[in-house]
């Protein structure tokens, strides 16, 4: 476990992007036990449309949601709770498609420095 991931389980950082490496267990139940009222666990995707399906049904987008980065980014930036999303074995979709992959951890970065408190979580092997 990383000093920043430390820092989110005890509420002195709210944001980011945390890489976590494949045994780090129970993260879902410690991140709602420290304060964030969503916590959502993005299963294993290899495209952009599987990220779209999965985030869209966990986060509960509207049936008109996009399925582009800009609709996920509006999307995204409605969410008013602290919402933690766990992206399990993302170098599934990451290495065969890096560019895709770039493109979409922009936006979860950008999301991240703005609005409502909002964290990224990278689970697996790089």
Same mark, same amino acid.
């Given at each position: 476990?990383?000093?920043?991931?430390?820092? #989110?389980?005890? @509420?002195? &950082? &709210?944001?980011? =992007? *945390? !890489?976590?490496? %494949?045994?780090?267990?129970?993260?879902?139940? !410690? /991140?709602?036990?420290?304060? $964030? !009222?969503?916590? =959502? =666990?993005?299963?294993?995707?290899?495209?952009?449309? @599987?990220? *779209?399906? &999965?985030?869209?049904?966990d986060l509960g987008f509207p @049936?008109?949601? @996009?399925?582009? #980065?800009?609709?996920? $980014?509006?999307? #995204?930036?409605?969410?008013?709770?602290?919402?933690?999303?766990?992206?399990?074995?993302?170098?599934?979709?990451?290495? %065969?498609? %890096?560019?895709?992959?770039? &493109?979409? /951890?922009?936006? /979860?970065?950008?999301r991240t420095r703005q609005g409502?408190?909002?964290?990224?979580?990278?689970?697996? %092997?790089?």
């Amino acid at each position: 476990m990383t000093e920043d991931l430390d820092a #989110l389980l005890d @509420g002195s &950082r &709210r944001s980011g =992007v *945390y !890489r976590i490496g %494949p045994g780090e267990s129970s993260l879902a139940g !410690r /991140l709602s036990a420290a304060g $964030w !009222r969503t916590v =959502v =666990v993005v299963e294993p995707f290899d495209d952009l449309n @599987g990220f *779209y399906d &999965r985030i869209a049904g966990d986060l509960g987008f509207p @049936g008109y949601f @996009g399925r582009n #980065l800009d609709a996920l $980014w509006d999307s #995204l930036t409605d969410l008013i709770d602290p919402t933690a999303v766990i992206i399990k074995d993302w170098s599934r979709f990451a290495v %065969p498609q %890096p560019a895709d992959w770039q &493109r979409l /951890l922009s936006v /979860l970065e950008d999301r991240t420095r703005q609005g409502a408190p909002f964290a990224v979580l990278l689970t697996g %092997p790089e």
